[in-house]
Each structure stands twice: as C-alpha cells, then as structure tokens.
C-alpha cells in the first residue's frame, strides 16, 4: 500500500484526542458569561506574557508569549481584558473535565491540563462523528468548556484530527480521519503544514522545509528509515503514525518525572539572603512533596538565583549549583537544608533578584533504595511519618497551611497576582452567589 492510498478506516485502533478551546480564557468564561464574545487574555506568572488568547485577541494579530506591558495601546484600543493565571480555578476544571471524558471510554491519559487521549478502538459500530459530538455536548452542557474532538488510529492522527476539527468550519468540532476515503486524506495532509504534527517544533520545521518535507502528506511519505537516519528514532515513529500504525501506547498512568523543578519569578526584586532563602524553602516543599507523590527519592537538587535580564539598567547575576545528597531522601527538611546551603554558596550581596528555583535530580523509585550503613531506621521512620502527616493536614486544609518556619510568615516576594480571579470552585468564600 503506498502512502497516497491508505485507507484509515482499516486499522484497528481508534483514539480520540479531545482539547479544550483556550482552556484558561474558557475557565474564566464559565463563571463570567459577560466575557463571552469579549477579548481576552489570561496572563502568565507575575502578570508579565500572554499564555491564553480568545479567539477575539487571536483575530487581532496577538502572538502567544507577548509581553503584555506591550500591548496596553491595543489593550486601549480594542478593550481586551485581561486576567492572572488563576491554577486552582483551571487545575481543578480541568479535573471535572477529564472525570466527564472518562464516562465515555474505560481508558483515558491526561496528557496535558486541557488535553486527554480517549481509547475508542472497539467502539467502530458506533458512528464515532455523533459520538464526538455527544461527549462535546455533555461537557458544554454540565463544565460549560467548549472542546473539539479529533479521532484517529494513532495519537499523532488523533491530535492531528483534532486540528482539523477545530480549524476548519465545516467539521464542527468534531472529526473522524476514518470517514475520509484514501484519496481526500491525501489531499487534506497536502494542504496542512507540516509544523501542525505533534512534535514537529519550529527549528525541526526549517530542517525538514531544507529537504522538500513542507507538508504533512509530505511527512507521511517519507522512508522512516532515512528519517530515523537523518533525524531521530522519534520523528521516525512519527511517520510511521502518520501512515496510520500506532506505536505510541495509552498510558493509564502518568510515568514518573525523572526531574521535579519549582521556580517563580518575584513579584518585586528582593536583594536579602534571608527573602531568598524563604523564596527557595517554600519552593523545595512544593518540590518534596511531589517527589512523595510519585514515590521517588532525590539524589541531589539543584539550586539557582538570577536577577531580571530584562532591566538592563540594573547590575546582572546568574548562577546555580548542584548539592549532592549523602543519601537520596523525600524529607522536606533534609532537601531544605541542603538547598539553604547551596543558597549560602551562590549569594552575593548588591543584586536585584528577580528569580529562584529549585530542581530534584537524580530521581530514585522509593522501593529500590539501597539504605546506608549509617542511616538510623528508628529516626528514618519517624521522619517518613512526620511527612505524612505533613502531607495530610496541607492536602485536607490547604497548601502552605503546615511549612517550615524557614519559608516565612508573611512573605514580600510572592508572585503578583493583580487581575486574578476568585476560586469559584476550590474557596468557600469564594463559591458564586445565585440571585
């Protein structure tokens, strides 16, 4: 079978890749419907880039990732709104929505806050354009989200499918590559750049552009040999998903991070070592506690500081260093120490910084951690209990409610936040009111 004939209805394996619209700008629509048919942005930490646009904003020429300070006059001129990210709010729609996509499939994988793979191979007796269109109405109806539904025998298809769908007009939301016969398939693919395939970034577009590869139809009949020789085993497979075999499985499960990393920019500059080491405490135990979250044990952490590369008037610093752990631990307080330390290393006094982040290294699974000779087991337990209960209380009462004195009482260095919006669904005060 050559790669202009491929009929798609002939695999096996069906998968649909259901995406929220600008999920964040949506998040906030749903408990504001006077947003509806308004510009809007959702900002990134401190409120510094746009990191979500409504389809109003995108009709205005606005790129993801720019800074807002520069588009106050457009802001002015057009009337967009703008708000904080608010993560409780959209980390917890999210959460709804994955829980109402899982009703229509036994296998589902979260692959990002507003993405989710839906397993429908068995599912063919069914018209899968209506069934799409079903699981589009029940979240619409019951979260208020809008999302487009793409489906297909392999990931790759199934996000491609879910461009399409939300792309083009005539598919409302909702397509089936399988519906297609071979030959508008391939006419379809020959109109889509081929940066719209999953995995396909910007610099790898150029490469490929270099060698006549411009198309997704393009991609799709190239020898998977000759990519894998002159690119990589991943882009290999990717052809080989385009041709409709399916060589990335569902995971049930997320696999585990093979790297934990924390870091915020400031909302003001801070210069104190003391305002730094409160900054890099309360990053270490939002660290330590999704590194027991997953079961895992660090072996060393990394620790950095910089100041704003942005403010050219102000003196410039930049450094991180690696303490090694003597034994790979999960305690918040043996991985606080240790970052502390590594603060004492890199601080320099007379600089503005504008940010500081922690990362954990060296990830072992808790179960295939060899103990050392000099560990006491009496105090490794009691240590593995206190974490738990540190865990507990701050799951049930709310994160930050128990921390380390080291992480401050009333920190001046938090994240700015000045546009957000309440918590409608994860803060009683903040539950909407009915009238």
Not at 259 to 268: A, L, P, T
Request: proline share 4%.
């Amino acid at each position: 079978m050559g790669c202009s004939d491929i009929d798609y209805s002939s695999f096996p394996a069906r998968i649909a890749l259901i995406d929220g619209n600008n999920f964040y700008v949506s998040c906030e629509r749903v408990f504001n419907p006077k947003l509806e048919g308004k510009p809007v942005v959702v900002l990134s930490n401190n409120d510094g880039c746009v990191v979500a646009r409504s389809n109003e904003v995108k009709a205005l020429g606005v790129k993801m990732g720019v800074p807002w300070h520069q588009l106050k006059d457009l802001a002015r001129q057009h009337h967009i709104l703008a708000f904080s990210s608010n993560y409780a709010l959209y980390g917890d729609m999210s959460q709804r929505m994955m829980s109402v996509i899982g009703q229509f499939g036994p296998d589902t994988e979260a692959y990002s806050i507003d993405e989710c793979f839906l397993d429908l191979s068995g599912f063919q007796h069914l018209n899968l354009v209506d069934y799409g269109h079903a699981l589009r109405k029940r979240v619409r109806q019951w979260l208020g989200l809008p999302v487009c539904v793409g489906i297909g025998p392999s990931k790759t298809l199934a996000k491609l499918s879910n461009h399409i769908g939300k792309k083009r007009l005539e598919y409302n939301g909702v397509f089936d590559l399988a519906r297609l016969s071979p030959a508008e398939a391939s006419r379809l693919f020959a109109e889509i750049e081929v940066s719209e395939v999953w995995g396909v970034g910007r610099q790898l577009t150029r490469c490929l552009a270099e060698q006549g590869i411009s198309t997704v139809a393009d991609l799709r009949a190239a020898d998977p040999m000759q990519i894998k020789r002159a690119y990589s085993v991943v882009l290999a497979r990717t052809v080989r998903e385009l041709r409709g075999e399916a060589c990335i499985e569902m995971e049930e499960v997320a696999p585990d991070k093979q790297q934990i990393m924390c870091s915020r920019g400031f909302g003001v500059l801070i210069g104190s070592e003391w305002e730094l080491g409160e900054a890099i405490s309360t990053y270490v135990a939002r660290a330590a506690e999704k590194l027991r979250a997953q079961q895992s044990l660090a072996g060393a952490l990394q620790v950095f500081i910089q100041t704003n590369p942005f403010r050219t008037q102000d003196a410039q610093y930049s450094r991180g260093v690696t303490m090694p752990l003597a034994n790979p631990s999960n305690d918040t307080l043996v991985l606080t120490q240790a970052a502390l330390a590594g603060l004492r290393y890199l601080y320099k006094p007379g600089f503005a910084y504008h940010k500081a982040g922690v990362m954990l290294v060296d990830l072992v699974p808790t179960k295939l951690h060899q103990g050392s000779l000099f560990e006491d087991e009496a105090t490794l337990l009691r240590r593995r209990k206190l974490m738990a209960t540190l865990d507990h209380i701050n799951a049930k009462m709310g994160k930050g409610t128990l921390k380390l004195a080291s992480a401050g009482t009333a920190p001046v260095w938090t994240m700015r936040q000045d546009r957000c919006s309440p918590r409608y669904t994860t803060r009683w005060v903040d539950v909407p009111i009915v009238w």
